[in-house]
């Protein structure tokens, strides 16, 4: 089992609808949990990071689900700009600083 | 930008050969990670240095090695090169505190990689 799972997509979507993304994890000491956003051949990075509380960022919604080691991101009103690849991100934080990552899961909006 | 650098940005290599990959880490950041992301994967970590020492470590054979130099900056070496080694290499930087400082800090940021061809 992977340690950090996420539907791979791809997610075709028009402009103006609302998507959501689900990631699940596997180790339930983990301490960190984050989305990154990642264009086509560009460096991962940081959407936002994600409380138990839920936590909102204008268009984008995170939340988490300790007890069911699930993690979720709605986009709300997609833009174009939207379109890339939205990683999954765990932190065990295990005495040093390493981040997991799922393979992603790709969003394409279309006009 | 992150001011996280790193160079070179494209590396086009032999089997067998060694590279070397560089990194610059963001100002009042003290640990440097290295990730390697295949394509269509996401990154993989493959180790951490902090105080110029090796932190921690992930899946990856001893030819995968590195160095973090008193500036923070690092260098991510892979001797003996294999055509599976062909990936994006990724640097992040971040802070590394202690206990509760350690949750609130971090976040890591990461360099415009570097794209390495194995041939």
């Known amino acids: 089992r992977k340690e950090v799972e996420q539907d791979p997509g791809p997610f075709n979507v028009p402009e103006g609808a609302t998507v959501a993304f689900n990631c699940t994890y596997s180790?339930?000491?983990?301490?960190?949990f984050f989305w990154y956003r990642q264009d086509c051949r560009k460096e991962p990075k940081l959407l936002m990071s994600?409380?138990?509380s839920g936590n909102e960022d204008g268009r984008f919604t995170a939340q988490l689900n300790r007890a069911s080691q699930y993690i979720s991101l709605l986009i709300r009103d997609s833009k174009l700009s939207d379109s890339a690849t939205y990683l999954c991100?765990?932190?065990?934080?295990?005495?040093?600083?390493?981040?997991?990552f799922g393979a992603g899961t790709r969003l394409a909006v279309h006009p | 930008e992150t001011g996280v650098t790193q160079s070179p940005t494209h590396l086009i290599k032999t089997r067998g050969q060694q590279v070397t990959l560089r990194c610059s880490s963001q100002s009042g950041h003290n640990t440097v990670s290295w990730y390697q992301q295949a394509l269509g994967q996401g990154p993989q970590f493959i180790f951490q240095?902090?105080?110029?020492?090796?932190?921690g470590r992930g899946n990856f054979p001893p030819r995968f090695s590195g160095l973090q130099f008193p500036n923070y900056s690092s260098e991510l070496n892979v001797n003996a090169l294999e055509l599976d080694d062909s990936a994006l290499y990724l640097c992040?930087?971040?802070?590394?505190?202690?206990?509760?400082?350690?949750?609130?800090?971090?976040?890591?940021?990461f360099g415009a990689g570097t794209r390495l061809s194995v041939l």
């Open positions: 991100v765990v932190n065990e934080l295990r005495g040093y600083n390493k981040l997991i």
């Open positions: 180790n339930s000491a983990s301490q960190s």
């Open positions: 240095y902090y105080r110029e020492e090796e932190n």
């Open positions: 994600v409380y138990s």
């Open positions: 992040a930087s971040s802070f590394h505190g202690q206990g509760k400082e350690m949750i609130a800090k971090n976040i890591q940021y």
